[in-house]
């Protein structure tokens, strides 16, 4: 069969939910996302992602795929496309995702690291393009990325490197996901910048987060929106949570030299009010042929894992054909 050059599917899995887009030659065509089926394990959710791919492609569009990919959380091994452990899905421990995403479509599937993913969709359709040097660094509820170095996509041992996350950046600190203390993510996360506004709001009951806290659960957005309303305690939150990131982006700088860092995930939609303070940081602490590093929000948005992972298994397919 003679397939439509350019066209693949790419598809997301999260603890929250699983996102299917219909990719051609790195932009989106359609896109459809539901509920992750956590209680039915691997097989329900392979069930989703049949759906999804319908939902997707519609009409005949399906058989003129020539490849899907599909990026998730680690640790897992990219290389033989065995999940080994999802901390917020449990019962993937060794699922073979790639075979068995293979065998559900009759093609050609690949795994990767969903930061990777990200990574690659960046460089080559978003604000990395044209650069053989860059970090991205997605800031959400965790922090992941993917690293471009000579080049080349690095993948690192079994396809588990660029975990920038989980470099220590004190001897003591917060509790990481990981299970150390004082790892980037533990510091400078989405999730740790909404402990950090739960515990104003706990300390100040007449503030603006202390108000919220009266009706509702105080979340990391809160912070962002009463910055960008002028409150002085969520605006000296954003200030800390710049400074954090400038700390973390300023090793990223020393330890991979890049042209430029990229940031995406759900905390850069604050970036606007983030970037003055990350870059006084990394201008104050890098050594000097890194001062001038530049940090920039990511071009795809939320599609960067999406259009990275179906153009890296779309790389694959036309390499391999």
């Given at each position: 069969m003679t397939r439509r050059q350019g066209l693949s599917i790419g598809f997301d899995l999260g603890g929250t939910q699983v996102r299917a887009a219909l990719v051609d030659s790195?932009?989106?065509?359609?896109?459809?996302?539901?509920?992750?089926?956590?209680?039915?394990?691997?097989?329900?959710?392979?069930?989703q992602f049949r759906q999804l791919a319908s939902e997707i492609c519609g009409g005949s569009q399906l058989s003129n795929v020539q490849a899907v990919g599909?990026?998730?959380?680690?640790?897992?091994?990219?290389?033989?496309?065995?999940v080994d452990h999802i901390p917020t899905l449990p019962g993937w421990e060794q699922f073979p995702l790639r075979s068995r995403l293979s065998e559900a479509f009759g093609r050609l599937?690949?795994?990767?690291?969903?930061?990777?993913?990200?990574a690659f969709g960046e460089w080559k359709h978003g604000a990395g393009q044209g650069l053989d040097h860059l970090v991205y660094v997605t800031v959400s509820t965790g922090i992941g990325g993917g690293v471009v170095v000579d080049g080349?996509?690095?993948?690192?041992?079994?396809?588990?490197?660029?975990?920038?996350?989980?470099?220590?950046?004190?001897?003591?600190?917060?509790?990481?996901?990981?299970?150390?203390?004082?790892?980037?993510?533990?510091?400078?996360?989405?999730?740790?910048?909404?402990?950090?506004?739960?515990?104003?709001?706990?300390?100040?009951?007449?503030?603006?987060?202390?108000?919220?806290a009266a009706t509702a659960p105080v979340e990391t957005r809160h912070a962002v929106e009463g910055a960008r309303g002028g409150d002085a305690e969520c605006i000296a939150l954003i200030e800390e949570e710049a400074d954090l990131l400038g700390v973390g982006f300023t090793g990223l700088a020393h330890l991979f030299s890049p042209q430029r860092i990229i940031m995406?995930?759900?905390?850069?939609?604050?970036?606007?009010?983030?970037?003055?303070?990350?870059h006084r940081r990394?201008?104050?602490?890098?050594m000097a042929p890194f001062k001038s590093v530049e940090v920039v929000p990511a071009a795809l948005g939320d599609n960067c894992g999406l259009v990275g992972v179906a153009s890296l298994a779309l790389s694959v397919a036309n390499a391999e054909s």
């Open positions: 790195g932009k989106v065509v359609s896109r459809a996302a539901a509920k992750t089926d956590v209680a039915g394990g691997p097989e329900g959710v392979m069930v599909i990026s998730a959380p680690g640790p897992l091994d990219t290389e033989t496309g065995v599937a690949i795994v990767e690291n969903d930061g990777i993913a990200a080349s996509l690095m993948h690192g041992h079994r396809g588990m490197g660029a975990h920038v996350g989980h470099f220590r950046m004190a001897p003591d600190g917060p509790v990481c996901s990981c299970g150390a203390l004082g790892c980037f993510e533990a510091f400078a996360a989405g999730t740790a910048l909404g402990k950090r506004a739960k515990k104003i709001a706990a300390e100040n009951p007449r503030g603006y987060l202390g108000k919220l995406g995930g759900g905390v850069s939609q604050a970036f606007d009010l983030l970037t003055a303070g990350i990394i201008r104050r602490d890098a």
